[in-house]
Nanobody, 126 residues
Framework: VQLQASGGGLQQAGGSLRLSCVVSGLTFSTYAMGWFRQAPGKERELVAR????????FYVTSGQGRFTISRDNAKNTVYLQMNGLKPEDTAVYYC????????????????????WGQGTLVTVSS
């Protein structure tokens, strides 16, 4: 199983980035997907999650209205569109996959996700 995240980089505050995560080695449409981030000295935290059908996204408060998670099951890819970036968004962003039999349930805790990507660094300058 491989999760290949990309799209990170250096961006000024107020700018946008689109992260992508291409998944291989599993049946993508049977997995809920999440984006997490980890800033230096902080714990890994959930940013957004989406059910396996891709029609029920969830966001944490910090990303509400600025971030959009989506997925293309035909391309085995999950995306995170980030607009209005802030310096506090600086972190390594990870995509993760969690098998679920439910069309509605999307795990919230990192421990519920079995497969992880390598991370992509997002740096937002003020």
């Amino acid at each position: 199983v491989q999760l290949q995240a990309s799209g990170g980089g250096l961006q000024q505050a107020g700018g946008s980035l689109r992260l992508s995560c291409v998944v291989s080695g599993l049946t993508f449409s049977t997995y809920a997907m999440g984006w997490f981030r980890q800033a230096p000295g902080k714990e890994r935290e959930l940013v957004a999650r989406i059910n396996k059908r891709g029609d029920i996204p969830f966001y944490v408060t910090s990303g509400q209205g600025r971030f959009t998670i989506s997925r293309d099951n035909a391309k085995n890819t999950v995306y995170l569109q980030m607009n209005g970036l802030k310096p506090e968004d600086t972190a390594v962003y990870y995509c993760a996959a969690a098998f679920t039999s439910s069309n509605f349930y999307t795990p919230q805790m990192p421990s519920e996700y079995r497969h992880w990507g390598q991370g992509t660094l997002v740096t937002v300058s003020s």
